[in-house]
């Protein structure tokens, strides 16, 4: 019985989240030039002295965040490595005219790669935010908000200067791609973690935002797609039957989130109907456990070479998910859930003997990546994830 | 006995050569558009209609090499098809001005992507060059000359128009990356063939590009890298340690071809024993067979989330790679690889219903996308290997 496993959750994520914060804060930190590793082999090694701007921003506000809201992580040395980070990428990534963050870095902060799209700013934005929750300072709060603005005027205003100033080819089909609406929400609910008083100013991106998220709801809502048109209908070709189910079900708890704090039960339940519980029967892997990656509506081979692969983050973001719709609903069928993937991942990603996750598995479970930190792989999601889950599985256990 | 079966393999490979060109001929022609259609699933139907340059430009080349070389290919519709082809490709992919060609088109020839790269141009290249071989026309004489002149102008003077005018990053460092000497020596293999005086004129960008491949050839012998820096040292992270084992085989067999034209025995031995055999040793997988498509020579798990995935072009040019050492040395060890070779092709990708082959497999073996043709599968490796292992084995047999 899931139920009265509720203990043993609790017991598990706790040291889970200990060891793998440890392993960040052994092996991730650049003394010398400041910033973090984020290519860490399998026990901590630096394979690889590049620095991704998602991953670096994303350890900034992981460790604020584990500073304000966890007694035992509220150390010096967390919250100093955070505001390290953040004057790292102050100084190397960000271009102070455009407001446009790199997406990645040599060792020493020289830019290697910059990306047409909102996400290195996004990040970046949620770190200094979660920043100005520790330290109070101004700076942080004027530079999150400066920031968020800025982001929202290329997504809805203009996006030139987003784009570096080239213009979309006339192939190219306007698209509502569900990453951008999740990710202004995600930011959106920092903003308002920072400053109660960020909700009525940006009232109005949370609706359109909202929008924009069940816009991706399709075919009678009963499946969750990751690009639709802006008119909101499908798609032709591969990148219109495209399905993540892991993204749907992490949109599903942000869109959970958001209808609690609007107390609104018609979302609550399109949220946990449609975006978390079907999308998770649907990307379930019956045969070996886990979820696809990547799908196709129609049952075509999805074009990405990877689709069939477990990755850790879905899971992550199911387990959150799961764990949220339980404690709002009290419905078992959410725990047994919870259960399931809990099952899998204490039994194929977690590295107890080092620390974090192994990201990247085959189909079938088996290890295809054994690194612990990659290009796309940093401190966030599974430290995230253990963070949430060990807050609500304590709030479950109180009552 | 690998000897015994060389009338066998002829036969297998004939077949599956006229089944593979009828695929493409049945299913991919646009008619109303011009252009191929390239995104083709397991038994023909169009799951996506955007044409990709390098594969409308591959096809091309191929069909009017078939007509060239082929009796039973000799056909009017072929021709006909590779004319339009290159048609379709003048109007709508290649800028005029700059000689830039797209990487994606629309069906109906609107541009989506354009790569800072040379591929899309090389390939097009050797499509207008082989069509003069056909048409004995002018124009495609002097397109192709035209054409590989400006490539050679970007890869050896000024980058700027080949890179949109964008300059790269002050991070990014200078890399020797195999493809492009590899893809000159391709298409200088090509303006040879369709014109013998072709050699003379660009002897120094042949002994350049031999130059460039042979810097790959690292740690005394033993490896050969994909990035080297311009100096000709091993290059830091897993970029520099990145080994593409089919890749590097493809190469030998280019410079197996090289070192014939010039009566170089040293540079044939370099070929088969370094860049084929022991490549070979090191990419096969002997646990489930295949070669990996990605390997990281220190052992690090490789970033690329495909690389133990089981990829048909690398088997292709391996396959041509071992008949042409064996054509090249009798050395009847090439053969037992070769044979190796088709044994795992014809178990594993070759679809006789349909024709055509798998293209995408898990390291098992087993089927991971079921398409023929793909963002980046289309009329090219199979034919060209089918075709090349044809030529070569009747020219055994006669002997």
Redo the contacts between chains.
């Keep these: 019985m899931a139920e009265e496993r509720l203990e043993e959750f609790f017991k598990e994520i706790s040291e889970d989240l200990q060891r793998t914060v440890n392993f960040w804060l052994k092996y991730s930190h650049d003394e010398e030039f400041g910033g973090f590793f984020n290519?860490l082999?399998p026990s901590g090694n630096v394979?690889?002295?590049?620095k991704h701007v998602w991953l670096q921003s994303r350890q900034i506000w992981m460790y604020a965040r584990l500073y304000n809201e966890e007694e035992q992580f509220r150390k010096p040395e967390i919250l100093q490595a955070a505001v390290r980070g953040a004057e790292f990428l102050q100084k190397n990534a960000k271009d102070p005219k455009t407001s446009k963050l790199?997406f990645?870095?040599?060792r020493d902060?020289?830019?290697?790669?910059?990306q047409r799209s909102i996400f290195s700013e996004c990040f970046y934005t949620m770190a200094v935010s979660e920043l100005h929750r520790t330290t109070k300072e101004a700076k942080y709060k004027d530079e999150a908000i400066e920031m968020f603005d800025k982001i929202i005027y290329w997504v809805r205003e203009d996006s030139t200067d987003m784009r570096l100033g080239l213009s979309p080819?006339?192939?190219?089909s306007a698209v509502n791609s569900m990453a951008v609406p999740m990710m202004l929400l995600c930011v959106l609910d920092q903003m308002e973690t920072m400053d109660s008083s960020m909700s009525e100013k940006y009232a109005d991106v949370g609706e359109w935002s909202l929008k924009q998220v069940l816009a991706h709801r399709q075919r009678e809502g009963t499946i969750i797609l990751e690009n639709v048109s802006p008119a909101g209908g499908e798609l032709?070709?591969?990148a219109g039957r495209l399905t993540v189910p892991g993204h749907a079900i992490e949109a599903g708890w942000f869109l959970l989130q958001y209808a609690g704090k609007k107390n609104d039960k018609k979302l609550k339940k399109t949220a946990i109907d449609d975006f978390i519980v079907r999308m998770f029967e649907y990307g379930w892997d019956t045969e070996h456990g886990g979820l696809f990656y990547f799908l196709d509506i129609d049952g075509?081979?999805?074009?990405q070479?990877?689709?069939?692969?477990k990755l850790w983050w879905t899971h992550n973001e199911s387990m959150i998910a799961f764990l949220m719709a339980y404690q709002k609903t009290k419905d078992l069928k959410m725990l047994e859930k919870f259960e399931t993937l809990f099952d899998y991942c204490y039994s194929k990603h977690v590295d107890k003997e080092n620390g974090e996750w192994t990201g990247?598995l085959?189909?079938d479970g088996s290890v295809?990546?054994?690194?612990k930190g990659?290009?796309w792989k940093g401190c966030f999601h599974v430290p995230r994830a253990l963070l949430m889950c060990k807050q609500i599985l304590r709030d479950i256990l109180k009552k």
Tied chains: 1, 2.
Excluded: H, Q
């Excluded at 070479?305 to 692969?309: D, F, G, I, K, P």
């Excluded at 295809?368 to 690194?371: I, K, S, T």
């Design positions: 290519c082999g394979y690889d002295e590049a790199c990645s870095l040599t902060g020289r830019p290697i790669k910059i080819l006339p192939g190219v032709p070709g591969s075509y081979s999805p074009v070479l990877e689709w069939n692969m990247y085959n189909r295809c990546m054994d690194f990659g290009p």
